[in-house]
């Protein structure tokens, strides 16, 4: 019995010392943030005397660091100072050529990034009336030395000799004002560049014209990788043999109310670098489409406009008559926001392809924040194929609409089937969030998606109305999905509502909308916000219509 009680005492002593471990919180180690750099941006840049500008630090690291800095500006003279926040001013009595700016961790104050201002000393200002003056303030820029602000006043209209070469030379770091209120035109018969702006030099045209002649081949304006070209008032470049502007890897800014028009080549070609049009800015008027940028970052935003450019392609070769985007080919990253507007843009292939007659995207990202696509069409005239009235989207990406209409625009052709009146997609999914494809027509037998055709579609938002498809055994007057088709919210409007909102197809099947699936599916009447197309009953196959 003694022992039994033992043997008792034994498992209770054990059990609580058991359970007292059980009940024991393990303690981790704190986690201990480190720094492993510390990045401004930007790390260059040119600044004026007077000039404000806001820098930003990224501190690196394991566990996320304190993003907390300390700013420090030094070589400049007083009065240039920087902000706790990062904000740098500089002196209008700045005597300093380079500026050090440094951020410092104050988590681990051994960690700093740094980046370099350059201050920009003011110039000459040149005042010209004749080739013989022009010439002057050219040579006079050319010898000043890097880093300068320039000013060129110009009287009345002159004629200048074309460039072969940068027109204000090597240097870097120079900003060159160009003004007046008359034109600039090319000396003589010969083909060049009336204005080559160099790497690193900001060209600001203001009230300006520059005009080429139909004899000239090459572009009116050259710009070199770094070199901006900044287009302000009612600037214009016009009536060029060539192209309006080209550009290598250069930037380009149009404000206020400038322009590029009436070019027999194309308004603008890009091969990388940035185009931003803004306020009442306009491209139009071009003999061989708006804009064609390849690997460029394109903004369109307030009203600024696309419009009546054309592409005409007689070749008789299949492979070789093609004709793409009339206001806009691209490919690279193309915004379109505000009241931005590409309007009576055309594409025309007699024998071949005409895609994209207000914008072609080949690759890259489209988003529609707001603006409309409008009044384009894509002609495949004698026996071509016509594919986007408004747009085509070779490889959708990431293309998505969030705002803005694609309206009134128009594929059609006399002997081969076209498709996407508003939009074609020619690969991947195109995303709808908001706005609206309004009374879009295709006009072809065999013709499919007056609103919208092409690979994979989804509509999250907005409204699609309106579109005609016309012609014999038509798919899809709203929407025509090749792959697959997703709809979550939004309205396509069906055939049993007011005409100028019906989808309709003249003689065909799916007045809302086709799938072309094994077997295929569609649907004729109105499927409004909450009728989504995972819903039983979504696909009606209704009267064979």
């Known amino acids: 019995m003694k022992h039994q009680k033992t043997k008792i005492i034994i498992v209770i002593v054990l059990s609580i010392i058991m359970f007292s471990c059980s009940n024991k919180k393990t303690t981790e180690p704190p986690v201990i943030a480190t720094v492993t750099s510390v990045i401004v941006s930007p790390n260059e840049i040119l600044l004026s005397k007077g000039q404000t500008h806001q820098f ?48 410092t961790s104050t988590f681990d104050t051994s960690k700093s990034g740094s980046a370099i201002v350059t201050i920009q000393a003011l110039g000459g200002t040149w005042n010209v009336n004749d080739s013989s003056t022009w010439n002057s303030a050219v040579n006079g820029i050319r010898t000043s030395g890097n880093n300068k602000i320039h000013t060129i006043n110009v009287s009345g209209n002159i004629s200048i000799p074309i460039s072969a070469e940068a027109t204000f030379g090597p240097l870097i770091g120079i900003e ?43 572009s009116l304006v050259q710009i070199e ?30 404000k206020d109310n400038s322009y590029i028009s009436n070019n027999n080549g194309m308004g603008a070609y890009f091969l990388g670098g940035s185009i931003t049009m803004m306020n009442n800015s306009k491209i139009s008027s071009n003999k061989n489409g708006g804009v064609t940028a390849s690997g460029v970052d394109f903004t369109m935003q307030g009203n600024s406009l696309v419009s009546d450019n054309t592409i005409v392609n007689f070749e008789t070769n299949y492979n070789f008559s093609v004709a793409f ?24 292939s007699h024998y071949g392809r005409a895609h994209g007659g207000g914008v072609f995207l080949s690759s890259g990202t489209f988003v529609m924040e707001g603006g409309s696509i409008s ?29 803005g209409s694609i309206e009134n625009n128009t594929a059609t052709s006399n002997n081969t089937a076209s498709s996407g009146g508003g ?24 013709g499919t998606g007056a609103g ?36 979550s919210g939004g309205t396509i409007h069906g055939n049993e509502v007011a005409n100028n909102i019906s989808n309709t197809v003249e003689n065909g099947q799916g007045h809302a909308v086709y799938l072309d699936s094994n077997p295929p599916r569609w649907r004729s009447t109105t499927a409004g916000p909450n009728v989504n197309s995972d819903d039983y009953g979504f696909w009606t196959n209704d009267n064979g219509r």
Do not use: C
Not at 328 to 345: E, H, Q
Not at 390 to 399: D, E, F, K, R
Not at 426 to 444: Q, R
Not at 474 to 484: D, H, Q, T
């Open 325 to 348: 985007g009339g206001g806009v080919y691209i490919s690279g990253s193309f915004t379109m926001r505000d009241n931005a507007k590409i309007s009576n843009n055309s594409v025309t």
């Open 452 to 487: 919208i055709s092409g690979d994979s579609f989804t509509i999250k938002g907005g409204s699609i109305s309106g579109n005609k498809l016309i012609g014999s055994n038509g798919k899809g007057g709203g929407v025509f999905a090749e792959s697959s088709f997703t709809k």
């Open 375 to 403: 009044e384009n069409t894509a002609n495949g005239s004698t026996y071509g194929t016509a594919r986007g009235g408004g747009l085509y989207l070779s490889n959708a990406g990431n293309s998505i609409m969030r705002g």
């Open 423 to 446: 939009i074609h997609i020619g690969y991947g999914n195109f995303v709808m969030e908001n706005g609206s494809i309004v009374s879009n027509t295709v006009t072809s037998n065999n």
């Open 176 to 218: 060159i004002t160009i003004q007046g209120s008359g034109a600039i035109s090319m000396l003589g018969t010969g083909s060049g560049n009336l204005l080559y702006i160099g790497n690193g030099q900001n060209i600001i045209l203001r009230n300006l014209t520059l005009n080429g002649h139909n004899g000239n081949d090459n």
């Open 225 to 254: 990788n770094t070199g901006v070209f900044q287009m302000e008032g009612s600037a214009s470049v016009s009536n060029n043999g060539g192209d309006g502007v080209f550009a290598y890897y250069g930037s380009m800014i149009m």
């Open 56 to 103: 930003r630090a990224t501190v690196n690291g394991t566990n996320s660091p304190p993003q907390t800095v300390t700013w420090t500006a030094v070589g400049g003279a007083i009065g240039t100072s920087i902000n706790s926040s990062g904000l740098l001013t500089i002196s209008s009595n700045e005597t300093a050529e380079t500026i050090t700016i440094t951020a």
